[in-house]
């Protein structure tokens, strides 16, 4: 006797967020349509979502047909890990995204609708019943000795100081608060010194010495609500693109944002981009820049942290590689 097909599509959501789930309650009804049962997941905190998903989906394997991850690229990035873990187990579930968050760079990447939950839902149903598809992801090693893995982009440079100052700003949605904080970190510039070790796709291994303000790591092609830095981003090739503006004024950064909302900024001499399978990037010595007024003390940068999809891996040194085909996707 054959077994039966797995009807269930757990939905994970925010339960503190209503745009979440008033998404989770229209979605039901399309999954009802298409002959599957949705069941609703959420919990107070992060980690305790994290540990609910990961039991519910080893204890009903066989009955879960895929995990949708209801939110914006943080919930994403936080259903993704789980399906990684329990990948890496034997344990293969589809991933499916319906945007309900306020920075929504994975799905409009993907072209999944982010303001029509019915049609994102109906992506779902589709690709439930058309022939798997896989998208890469980035593992992400962090000198603290974490992992993760990431979907869109790991930022290690201004972008990764852009994203914490962003994410203290609750009150502001994204793009906006991306935006003043990108200002605000520009006008308080400092670069840094790195060492890259990366790795092409020709396999050829290469180590640089490079000073640079942005600095990241993209598997798709925007971030901080669609500030496109790889407009030709494909997250099936098998690679990623490592990303770097150079040492610049913050006049000269200020003019070159017009240039990456326009997707004009490719052959700019600030900019590099390079495809790798994996790269390794060290900073250097603590920097320092002057405190505002005569005669004070220099004022110290804290220790970088990486932040991928938006939130806060861990500190550099890190290193970053291309899981190819990493999860079945439903979009």
């Not at 989906?57 to 690229?73: E, K, M, P, T, Y």
């Amino acid at each position: 006797m054959a077994t039966p097909r797995p009807r269930d599509i757990l939905l994970v959501r925010n339960g503190d967020s209503p745009l979440a789930r008033d998404a989770c309650d229209r979605a039901r009804g399309i999954f009802h349509a298409g002959g599957y049962h949705a069941v609703f997941l959420d919990a107070p905190s992060a980690g305790e979502l994290s540990e609910a998903l990961t039991d519910t989906v080893r204890s009903r394997a066989l009955h879960v047909a895929a995990v949708v991850a209801v939110g914006g690229d943080g919930m994403a990035h936080l259903v993704l890990q789980v399906l990684h873990e329990v990948g890496q187990q034997g344990v293969d579930v589809a991933f499916g995204l319906i945007p309900a968050g306020s920075g929504n760079d994975l799905a409009r990447f993907c072209g999944i609708p982010t303001r029509d939950t019915e049609r994102a839902a109906g992506r779902v149903l589709r690709g439930l019943e058309t022939p798997a598809q896989h998208m890469d992801l980035l593992a992400v090693d962090c000198a603290d000795g974490t992992s993760h893995v990431c979907a869109t982009t790991v930022c290690l440079g201004l972008d990764a100081r852009v994203n914490a100052r962003a994410n203290r700003w609750t009150t502001i949605r994204v793009p906006a608060k991306y935006a003043v904080a990108l200002v605000w970190e520009i006008m308080r510039l400092t670069s840094r010194d790195y060492t890259i070790d990366y790795t092409p796709p020709d396999g050829a291994r290469r180590v640089v010495d490079r000073r640079a303000t942005f600095l990241s790591v993209a598997n798709t092609s925007s971030y901080g609500g669609g500030l496109t830095i790889v407009p030709r981003a494909d997250h099936r090739d098998g690679r990623a693109e490592l990303f770097a503006v150079s040492d610049a004024r913050p006049l000269r950064l200020l003019f070159l944002l017009p240039r990456l909302l326009l997707q004009t900024h490719e052959n700019l001499a600030e900019i590099a981009l390079e495809p790798v399978t994996s790269v390794t990037v060290v900073p250097h010595e603590t920097v320092t820049r002057p405190a505002s007024g005569s005669g004070t003390r220099a004022e110290t940068l804290p220790p970088h942290v990486a932040h991928g999809d938006g939130e806060p891996l861990g500190p550099l040194p890190v290193r970053v590689r291309i899981l190819p085909a990493a999860v079945r996707v439903l979009f």
